[in-house]
């Protein structure tokens, strides 16, 4: 069974921080891309950065210089560091896995997802 848990979300203030933690299970985590994606009230899910098995990083055009991803496959963990955090950030954010899992076979999971509030 495959699990993505994130934990670390909250309110902050305009221009505060937060750090954005997802623990999966049931994966080859080091063969997974992993990914965070936000969804804003009334608003499409949007990608907002992936990093590959290999480390490469993508980030959506809203977040570039203010949010980094970062993974630790010993801990089976990719981070999000969110800085200079605007009002317009305010979503649940969601961990995301694709690639190979533990029992065999591939696939693409989503997590329960995490609010983020910012106060303005």
């Known amino acids: 069974q495959v699990q993505l848990v994130e934990s670390g979300g909250g309110l902050v203030q305009a221009g505060g921080s937060l750090r954005l933690s997802c623990v999966a299970s049931?994966?080859?985590?080091?063969?997974?891309?992993m990914g965070w994606y936000r969804q804003a009230p009334g608003k499409e899910r949007e990608l907002v950065a992936v990093?590959?098995?290999?480390?490469?990083?993508y980030y959506g055009d809203s977040v570039k210089g203010r949010f980094t991803i970062s993974r630790d496959n010993a801990k089976n963990t990719v981070y999000l560091q969110m800085n200079s955090l605007k009002p317009e950030d305010i979503a649940v954010y969601y961990c995301?896995?694709?690639?190979?899992?533990?029992?065999?076979?591939?696939?693409?999971?989503w997590g329960q997802g995490t609010q983020v509030t910012v106060s303005s």
């Open positions: 995301n896995s694709n690639g190979p899992r533990l029992l065999g076979g591939f696939g693409k999971y």
């Open positions: 049931g994966i080859i985590f080091s063969g997974n891309a």
């Open positions: 990093i590959t098995s290999g480390g490469n990083t």
